[in-house]
């Protein structure tokens, strides 16, 4: 089996290459991508992989614009922290939607259900050796439910924070934004107080309910409450004004800006 990896954090890629040596150990990673453009780069100059793994929001954009301006024939398993996307991601001929942080039990039943997945004949080596028990091709609706990803998650609704030499629970209302500096993230609440958090900003995303909080850019993740405006900026970016004011400016891509937009529209 060979997969393309499509991710635009290195720890997160760094992850799921271990996850896929356990789940798959058959598999050989042909190559890891951070941007739109390169994975579109990358399938015209190579055969089609037996599986793409892909993160939904890649450096230059979201990935399913990959699928939007190419034919690609390769089934995907989308890593995501957002939930919003799943319709979409499954016109893209997506096998599963899994909210980050992946499982090695979620991967792997991810990839059982490859080895199953309708709409073309699996590729030789994921075929099984009687191609006549495979079961029949399941109905759009049928695969778009097992897609999306399942209901009940509850998201965060706290911090133990450290103050002093007091650990003090915060709820996440309070929260204003959330920064990643020099490998440490900092919550910022709506009163200006900073508490250093034993999170990554990706594990946050999958915590935070993407109602509420968005991931403006590599080092910011921001609650709907703290954003007070938009400024058109250079090149087609937005500058965010967030309250309290960060020290530096806050800039969204200027692919990204539309999803912004959208986000703060609800």
Do not use: C
Request: aromatic share 8%; no cysteine; glycine share 4%.
């Amino acid at each position: 089996m060979t997969i393309l990896l499509l991710e635009d954090e290195y720890p997160a890629a760094e992850r799921l290459q271990r996850l896929v040596a356990q789940a798959a150990p058959e598999a050989r990673v042909v190559a890891v991508l951070d941007t739109v453009s390169s994975a579109l780069a990358w399938l015209a100059a190579n055969p089609a992989p037996t599986l793409i793994l892909s993160d939904m929001q890649l450096a230059d954009g979201l990935s399913l614009e990959i699928w939007e301006q190419a034919v690609v024939p390769s089934p995907v398993i989308f890593t995501t922290a957002f939930d919003a996307y799943a319709i979409r991601a499954f016109q893209a001929n997506s096998v599963a939607y899994l909210l980050k942080p992946v499982k090695l039990a979620e991967l792997q039943a991810a990839l059982a259900k490859l080895r199953q997945w309708p709409g073309a004949a699996p590729p030789p080596d994921l075929a099984k050796a009687d191609s006549a028990a495979l079961p029949p091709a399941s109905s759009n609706l049928e695969r778009l439910l097992d897609a999306l990803p399942r209901p009940g998650r509850p998201y965060k609704a706290r911090f133990l924070v450290r103050q002093g030499e007091q650990l003090l629970p915060l709820p996440v209302a309070e929260a204003a934004w959330f920064v990643s500096r020099n490998e440490t993230v900092t919550l910022v609440a709506a009163d200006g107080r900073r508490f250093v958090l034993d999170y990554t900003l990706e594990q946050l995303e999958s915590l935070l309910d993407p109602a509420h909080f968005f991931r403006l850019n590599r080092q910011v993740i921001a609650h709907l409450p703290a954003v007070r405006r938009l400024h058109p900026h250079f090149g087609g970016k937005l500058l965010v004004e967030l309250h309290p004011a960060p020290a530096e400016e806050v800039l969204v891509s200027r692919e990204k800006a539309g999803a912004v937009k959208a986000w703060l529209e609800g």
